[in-house]
């Protein structure tokens, strides 16, 4: 099987051609940059950086700079909404969301974000800045955003307006109030089942809502920041919690909806004590566990059993597909 794919890095962005377990480079672009996200739509590719946007039309051979209306350049995540063909969202650092409807090139930011933010005080705990915008999930014109240290929002319009989810004060305090989310929010899914089964990796555990963020169960009460939901069985579950940051990270896995957990660690030691999983992102019928440091592993998501892959790259923050 051959697979285009596209890394992104902390140094820049390589465009890789694999054939089984064998890998050439195809292109190398953004030099420098630290690449935070990137989103693929045909042969255009988008990137969020430290310094702002960047696009390719032509699958990473060269790339201009983009954002016009970006009034804040740091990029936490982008993603790309399938049921809109052109809109692209971007979270930021400070937190504030912004959309583009021609694929990247202009933007529009949400002014309710930065007043929410503003009103309730988002703070990051390794920076100055006031909250970021971590992690997108959508199902339709249902939208959730991430964010480090403030909690939930949802839109129910494709991304143009957001609000707190009702089970979220939006107030960074430590310990939420039972049934409310952790405000310390670092990513979050949807299942493709449905627009209200929402989970959300936090730094106060695994949380799970049924009703779009109404009320909160925690699943799992840990420090983490990655889950992968099963798209054909939401009972499904991997978690990458870890004791605290970075510290004693491992993969646990669910067959009943969050219950009970077992070890997930095939192929690897039982615990990183030095890095934990930062995200998972599923390519196929391949799953990928993203870490801390940079490495990368690989598994079948049917039978999770990992090994390294692209070990050579390093500083890996995204995998992304280019088909073919």
Known sequence: MTRFIVVATAHGVQTLKRSENEYSRMALGLLGHHVTSMVVDGGILVAGTLDGVFRSIDHGVTWRIAGAGLKTRCIRWMTRLPHEPYRILAGTEPASIFFSDDRGIGWHECPEVP???????WYLPYSPNAGCVRDFASHESRCYAAIEVGGLLRSDSSGRTWGLVAGCTGEPVAQPATSNIHPDVHSVEVHPTSPNLVLAPTGGGLYRSDNAGASWQCLYRCYCRAVWLDPHDPDHLLLGPADSVS???RIEESVDGGKSWHTATAGLPARWPLHMV????????ELLAILSNGHIISSSATRIAWHPILEDVGHITIIRSLGG
Do not use: A, K, Y
């Open 278 to 285: 930062e995200r998972f992102v599923q390519l196929g019928d």
């Open 115 to 121: 007043e929410i933010r503003d009103s309730m005080g």
């Open 247 to 249: 510290h004693n990270g």
